[in-house]
């Protein structure tokens, strides 16, 4: 047919409704009913099909290393060059060999070891996250029966070459799921504030790391507090030394901040669910991102008294806001939504300076991860992509897919850092997926 091969030299193909083309066949066939069992050819499985194939294209591509530099003329030699001469300071130098790094990383799964030979690699991570100091990340696992249990992963061993981590569960087991959590290393313990579903009567708990160490479990002290809340969205602990003893709650309508020392708690009211939250560390100020796309900030020493404005800086999304990261100075704030769009918000002028493109979202409560040091940004996409952008100028530098198949129970959690396992630790980038955890190593 003389019009069928016209279609297939042609770069757009004309739509008809209720049916799809398929170029490899060069042909159009019909499109079927979702709940179709006997011959499920529908959109939603053509697009997922199309989805795999790119999938397991670029990790055929990675496998082989056929990457190329993001930006024209950047190579090791160059920039060596231009630091020699002068013509790049040490923090920019820093930042392009870091660029140059992470589009060469290479992925190598971690062999996880246990204690306990029925705790490794039996359940799905559902969120990793890494302490101060990347010695450790603080592990949330799904179990077959429904909720989640807790565990840390020493990653000392990963500067060795046979790669491996030891991974310890504690004796605390929620029957809730965990919406989000905040793991700040101190002296002698970590804190970790910990939340149930939405929906759901939750608590928010402060546990001592010594709950996850290797001795006898009749040595490990209890629990050191839970603080009993219904309907929680998100959570953040203050490190400002003027309210240090205090964490935050957002929930439906209302923020809630608790004193754990006292128990004392001070409710804001808002007019929207509170998703997503981070306390500054300079000053006692709260910034709160809220479903209605609104991002508003509230110093905590103040006391909430009806018809008093309480609300210091206010920014706005066109879609609810899932994560808000402030930058080190504190001017600056990282926010993301759910119409993908991730933003960067200079905090003096209430005005969005920036805009990280490529990432997709359409309704998860998805983090974002600021490694300022290092000048990069990294988020994991609902379609299960994991993108660093630069931070200094919003190029997307590196998209990474998944390497298991993409679903809704699939989309990897991250951790990125220059020194995984400590000031001595080996740099690149740690993926949890499924029960597998895997390490991006720099070339």
């Known amino acids: 047919d003389p019009s069928s091969s016209s279609l297939t030299q042609n770069s757009v193909v004309p739509e008809l409704p209720g049916f799809y083309y398929d170029s490899e066949k060069n042909r159009y066939f019909r499109l079927l009913p979702g709940h ?21 294209r670029l990790l055929e591509e990675e496998e082989k290393q056929k990457k190329k530099t993001t930006r024209a003329g950047l190579n090791s030699s160059m920039l ?34 246990s204690p306990d030979s029925s705790v490794a690699g039996t359940n799905n991570f559902k969120i990793i996250v890494a302490d101060v100091a990347c010695e450790r990340i603080f592990t949330v696992n799904d179990v077959e029966h429904g909720g989640c249990k807790y565990g840390i992963i020493n990653l000392s061993g990963l500067g060795k070459e046979s790669l491996t981590v030891e991974m310890y569960d504690n004796l605390y087991f ?21 939340m149930g579903i939405a929906e759901t009567p939750g608590c928010a708990s402060l546990l001592p790391a010594s709950l996850f160490s290797s001795t006898n479990p009749g040595d490990r002290p209890g629990m050191l507090c839970s603080f ?36 004392h708690r001070q409710t ?18 709260l910034y709160n991102g809220c479903r209605s796309g609104e991002i508003f900030s509230i110093d905590v ?42 933003k960067l918000w200079d905090l003096r002028t209430a005005k969005c300076v ?13 983090p974002l991860h600021v490694n300022e040091e290092e ?42 850092s220059s020194r995984l396992g400590g000031s001595r630790g080996v740099p690149g980038l740690l993926m949890a997926v499924k029960q597998d955890l895997y390490h991006f190593s720099y070339n």
């Open 174 to 194: 929620t029957n809730r799921k965990v919406l989000e959590k905040y793991l700040f290393s101190l002296t002698h313990f970590s804190k970790l504030c910990l």
């Open 80 to 113: 060596l060059q231009k630091r020699q001469l002068g013509l790049l300071s040490c923090t920019s130098y820093c930042r392009l060999v870091h660029e140059l790094k992470v589009n060469c990383m290479q992925r190598r799964k971690i062999e996880i070891h």
């Open 36 to 56: 179709n069992n006997y011959n499920p050819l529908t959109k939603e499985s053509i697009q997922y099909k199309a989805m795999e194939c790119k999938r397991l």
């Open 354 to 366: 920036k805009q990280y493109k490529g990432h997709h979202n359409e309704y998860a409560i998805l």
């Open 375 to 416: 000048g990069l940004l990294t988020a994991v996409g609902q379609d299960c992509y994991t993108r660093i952008w630069s931070l200094q100028d919003a190029h997307l530098l590196r998209t990474i897919p998944s390497p298991h198949p993409s679903s809704k129970d699939a989309i990897p959690s991250v951790v990125f």
């Open 228 to 263: 009993k809340i219904s309907t929680a969205w998100s959570c953040a602990w203050c490190l400002n030394p003027q309210a240090d003893n205090c964490f935050s709650t957002g929930l439906t309508r209302r923020v809630l901040v608790t004193n754990v020392v006292t128990g």
């Open 301 to 342: 020493r103040q006391r909430n008294r009806k018809g008093q404005s309480w609300k210091a800086i206010r920014l706005f999304h066109d879609s609810a806001v899932t994560s808000v990261r402030l930058l080190e100075a504190e001017h600056y704030l990282v926010a993301a939504d759910m119409a993908g769009k991730i």
């Open 268 to 285: 804001f009211g808002t007019s929207s669910d509170v998703l997503a939250q981070q306390f500054a560390t300079q000053t006692p100020m």
